[in-house]
Nanobody
Framework: QVQLVESGGGLVPPGDSLRLSCAAS????????FAWFRQAPGKERQFVAA???????YYSDSVKDRFTISRDNAKSTVYLQMNNLKGDDTATYYC???????????????????WGQGTQVTVSS
């Protein structure tokens, strides 16, 4: 079983930065693929970024030049550095994890077994 706790969200003006953290309570942190998804009210859950057990990263086109996902295996923590935030980034951000997700399914939320409760990011205009 895996437990995930997100933190680091907040209210910021456009152009500011935030760093989200996902603290994982897991038996073997190194085996897992981690991802960030986001969901705004009335909209579909959207893939943001993912990082595999080997450190390879993946991003949605809308964030790839602004966001960076990373992991610290010693701390069992995943991060999402968010720079140059825009109004469209406003959403609840969720951390997800799965030990068996394959590359072709890495962007789909249905392929992750474990989820955190989310942290709110609001970018004011």
């Amino acid at each position: 079983q895996v437990q995930l706790v997100e933190s680091g969200g907040g209210l910021v003006p456009p152009g500011d930065s935030l760093r989200l953290s996902c603290a994982a309570s897991v038996d073997s942190f190194r085996r897992y693929t981690f991802a960030w998804f986001r969901q705004a009210p009335g909209k579909e859950r959207q893939f943001v970024a993912a990082i595999r057990y080997n450190g390879h990263t993946y991003y949605s086109d809308s964030v790839k030049d602004r966001f960076t996902i990373s992991r610290d295996n010693a701390k069992s923590t995943v991060y999402l550095q968010m720079n140059n935030l825009k109004g469209d980034d406003t959403a609840t951000y969720y951390c997800a994890a799965d030990a068996g997700v394959i590359l072709s399914s890495i962007r789909g939320h249905a392929n992750y077994d474990y989820w955190g409760q989310g942290t709110q990011v609001t970018v004011s205009s």
